[in-house]
Structures are given as structure tokens and as C-alpha cells.
């Protein structure tokens, strides 16, 4: 059977009509004669099949309109478009106001409406995401019973994809929630990008939990202003989306938080978490931070513990305060919960150590924000007998305004700052770093523009007692140049080098 945009994603066994799976839906215009079975969904025409239903969507790139002619010569059975193609078009076609929201709401109804089998738990801010989503997969079930669409990965019950985007197209999301049901899930943890929430790629799920980290300046290319890129994330919580979740968590030691649980819409229970915060339901107090754990006294309405958790740094008190609220929201005992905690495995490059037996520190982060900054260089300088070396970069084509302010991060957080390539994509190395310089000259500011080189020349001004921060790309296992897609991996590359000048250590 054809695929949806992934060849490791399946379709349903019964292949409904078209007019089925428009049922109820607002058509502006349709021309529907022949009426044909239908066997995928398809945002590609480079994948259309014959039996595909072809969603001609507007990109900021392309037109999926621009392509109708090449979906009907492929052997799509119909189109779904916002264009009227006119009644001599050669095949059925459907006009709609909105081709985004029409096709959440088909890919819902083809693959017969998985999120209402599964308790979805939709998790969005900027910061902290993956590692909250991972946490509460861990600890409300694991992977065979708690299936996770993220960042890193999509794991599906019994198999496991490498992930292609945070929050994927919607007829992939549904088709990814119709495998979990398949392979024995009753749980759904989903990362919700803002750009997912915006694109109607979350449309229509049953979100039982929805979930408020924090927001920080991102994506203001595509946003335009803080107060838009708010009321993106706010659209999660009032039903925006297509339906209101049942419960919402909500981070109070963010200002955007504390608005959003004063704006939360009439039966939307909320549980609100926050570090000394007073206000909050979930909260943690006298955080103590080490070197390999941290510590801190866990308070609930109905009780109160001392916790030792594997997590490093301030922030991840606050991802595991996320996820215990998560776990309330869904019925679960705190103090069991609790005990799963020391074994959780950690998130691949989230505060991630790579130890070779080298006298200092060296961690891989997803930092790449100014506030992520911030946040890794203050936990790190908590734990940290002698000097903070950073290396990260700022990303090509993308938004030029947080360039300035993450220089200004690092250097106020570190003593020594590499700067170097993070994805530059089609844009100059020159120009980026040309932005970055807007910040300040400081001569503790080093410009190296090839990032191996980068991260060599930070481990060789590393000594004992020292850590080595290496922000911006995580987990991401390569670099964009220009068009190009080319294998780099941090985690590799630190510890080759690592091992290379083992004897200089």
C-alpha cells in the first residue's frame, strides 16, 4: 500500500472514499464524480501514487498548487486545494478555506481518530521540551506503553523511528499515534513546536494534557514579535487547535506562564509548578547542586520528600518538577513515581559528559538560545571549581536578531568563548559572525569558523578543574552547508579529540 511521506509509515487496511472522508467538513466548492477509494494522503507531489489524496499546500518556499499537474499525471484520485480549479478539471477536486486544517481533520478521520485511544500529553515552550517529554515516558510507563513524537526520536511501542522533525506534518502525526495504538500504547508524549501549532500540524488531537516549559526569544524571523509567538503557544491550551485540553501544566516561575495560567479558559483544570515559588502546586525548595547529581525538598498538597536526582543543573529541577506535574495531571502517586526517577538514562545531548579520563569537564548541549545560554553557564558555574570554556555558534537563515544577545550570553557566563559554524545553511560564516560582533569586541571572544577546529583549540585551553561546554547542537548528528548535509556529531568529534590529546593531559 502507498505511503503518507515516510516509507516507515503505514496506512489503514480499509481504504475509505473520498466523499467519507470529507464528511462533515466545510468545502467551499466540489466537483466529486468518480468518488474513488482512497489509499494515502500525500503534501508530496514527487510521492503521489495512484489512489493518493493530494493536499496542495502554500509553503514559504513552494506552492503545492504549482504541482497539481504533476499529482493527476501520477494517479491522484483527487486534490484538496484553497484554488478553484474550474469544472473541466480533469480529476475530483474539493476547495477549502484552509488545506491545513482540512487535512488534520482527514488524516484524523483516515486513521480513524488514534489520539482518542491514546492519553496525549502535548508538551511545548521553548526550552526543556525533549528532555520533559523523555522524563515523563520514562516515568509514567517507558517506551512499550508510553509512545513519544520528538526531537530525537519517535518511539512507537514495539518499534522506534529516527525523528524527522519535532513535530511532524499532521498526516504523519496521526499515522505515528494510529502505529502506537497498534503496538499496544495507552500513552502519547508529543513535543508541540510553535511552528507545528501555527502550521495546524496538531490539529484536532485530543490532547488530555497540554503542557507550558517557559518562553524565551526564538523563532522571531517567523513570529515577528514575543507577544505573537505567545499567543501561537497560547492557542494549545484555549481550544485553538481544534480541541481544549482537559488539564494544563504550567512552569509559574515564567512571567509567560504566570499570564497564561491567569488566561486559562473556564475547565481547563491547571497544575502549576515552580522552584521556591509559593504559588505553585508542585514545588521544589533548597536546591542544592553537585557535580554528578542534585538535590532538592519536593513539596505537593499532600506531602513532602527530599529528592536525589541523576539530573545536572537548576533547569532540569524545574523539566522534572514538569514531569511529576504531568504525572498528577494523570492520576499518578507522586512518591512511586519518584523511585523511577535515579534510573532514568538522561537525554542524548542534554547535558551530556563525555568522560574519557581527561582532568575536566566537557558536556554537549542543545543551548542555542540566549536564555539556554544563560541558563547552562549559571548551572555549570555552580559546579565548576575552575574556568567555564564555551564553544557554539548561531544558525544561517534564521532568525539574525538572537545573534548579538547569545554572544552576550556566553561571555557573561563563561570565562573563555569559541565561536564558531552552527548550521550556516546559504548563509555566509562572515555575516553571522559580522552580527554576532554587534555584541562586543571582548578579546575573550574567539572566532574560529570551522567547528572541529573550534572545539580543539577549546580543549587544548582546558586545565584541571575546568569545563568545556559545547552548545547548540545536541543530539544533531551533522552540519548544513550551503544545500549540503554533512555527518557531525559533537559528542564524536569531543571525544576523538578527547582521546587524540590524551597524553597532553
Not at 300 to 321: D, M
Request: with cysteine.
Amino acid at each position: 500500500m502507498a505511503l503518507v511521506t515516510n516509507n516507515d509509515l503505514q496506512t489503514p487496511a480499509m481504504n475509505p472514499r473520498v466523499s467519507q472522508l470529507l464528511t462533515g467538513m466545510e468545502t467551499i466548492r466540489q466537483k466529486i464524480r468518480e468518488d474513488s477509494p482512497v489509499a494515502c494522503l500525500i503534501t508530496d507531489s514527487r510521492r503521489v501514487v495512484p489512489g493518493a489524496l493530494f493536499f496542495a499546500i502554500g509553503g514559504l518556499r513552494t506552492d503545492g498548487n504549482l504541482y497539481v499537474e504533476e499529482a493527476v499525471d501520477r494517479g491522484a484520485v483527487a486534490i484538496i486545494t484553497e484554488e478553484n480549479l474550474g469544472q473541466h478539471f480533469p480529476i475530483d477536486y474539493i476547495q477549502v478555506s484552509d488545506v491545513r486544517k482540512t487535512l488534520a481533520l482527514v488524516s484524523r478521520q483516515f486513521y480513524d481518530a488514534p489520539d482518542a485511544k491514546l492519553g496525549v500529553t502535548g508538551i511545548t515552550g521553548t526550552n526543556g521540551k525533549t528532555t520533559v517529554s523523555m522524563l515523563t515516558q520514562h516515568l509514567i510507563g517507558g517506551q512499550d506503553q508510553v509512545g513519544l513524537l520528538g526531537t530525537i526520536r519517535y518511539d512507537l511501542g514495539k518499534r522506534t523511528l529516527p525523528s524527522f522533525r519535532t513535530t511532524p506534518e499532521s498526516v504523519d502525526v496521526y499515522a505515528l499515534l494510529s502505529q502506537m495504538v497498534d503496538h499496544g500504547c495507552s500513552e502519547a508524549v508529543m513535543e508541540v513546536s510553535s511552528h507545528g501549532i501555527d502550521q495546524k500540524r496538531t490539529y484536532g488531537v485530543d490532547v488530555e494534557v497540554a503542557v507550558f516549559l517557559n518562553l524565551t526569544q526564538d523563532h522571531i524571523d517567523y513570529h515577528k514579535s514575543m507577544e505573537g509567538y505567545y499567543k501561537v503557544k497560547k492557542r494549545l491550551f484555549t481550544g485553538e487547535t481544534g480541541r481544549r485540553p482537559r488539564a494544563a501544566v504550567i512552569n509559574v516561575d515564567c512571567a509567560y506562564g504566570r499570564r497564561l495560567l491567569s488566561e486559562l479558559p473556564d475547565g481547563v483544570g491547571a497544575i502549576s509548578f515552580g522552584i521556591e515559588a509559593d504559588s505553585a502546586i508542585i514545588r521544589a525548595d533548597d536546591v542544592a547542586l553537585f557535580a554528578d547529581r542534585t538535590e532538592f525538598r519536593l513539596t505537593w498538597p499532600e506531602g513532602q520528600i527530599q529528592v536525589c536526582a541523576p539530573l545536572l543543573g537548576r533547569y532540569n529541577v524545574s523539566n522534572l518538577l514538569a514531569a511529576l506535574a504531568i504525572a498528577r495531571a494523570k492520576g499518578h502517586e507522586i512518591e512511586p513515581i519518584l523511585q523511577r526517577v535515579m534510573t532514568f538514562p538522561g537525554v542524548p545531548g542534554r547535558m551530556e559528559r563525555m568522560d574519557e579520563g581527561q582532568p575536566f569537564n566537557v558536556l554537549v548541549d542543545y543551548a542555542h538560545t540566549d536564555d539556554a545560554l544563560i541558563h547552562a553557564c549559571s548551572m555549570l558555574r555552580e559546579i565548576t571549581a575552575g574556568r567555564l570554556i564555551v564553544v557554539f555558534g548561531c544558525g544561517g537563515d534564521r532568525d539574525r536578531s538572537k545573534r548579538a544577545p547569545m554572544l552576550r550570553a556566553a561571555l557573561a557566563g563563561s570565562d573563555e568563548v569559541f565561536v564558531t559554524s552552527d548550521n550556516p545553511r546559504t548563509e555566509s560564516i562572515d555575516q553571522i559572525f559580522s552580527d554576532m560582533r554587534e555584541a562586543t569586541d571582548s578579546e575573550r571572544a574567539h572566532y574560529v569558523s570551522d567547528r572541529k577546529h573550534a572545539i580543539s583549540l577549546a580543549l587544548d585551553c582546558a586545565q584541571a578543574g575546568d569545563c568545556v561546554l559545547i552548545a547548540g547542537k545536541g543530539h544533531e548528528a551533522f552540519q548544513e552547508f550551503d544545500g549540503t548535509v554533512i555527518p557531525f556529531d559533537d559528542r564524536q568529534v569531543a571525544r576523538e579529540l578527547i582521546r587524540l590529546k590524551e597524553g597532553a593531559f
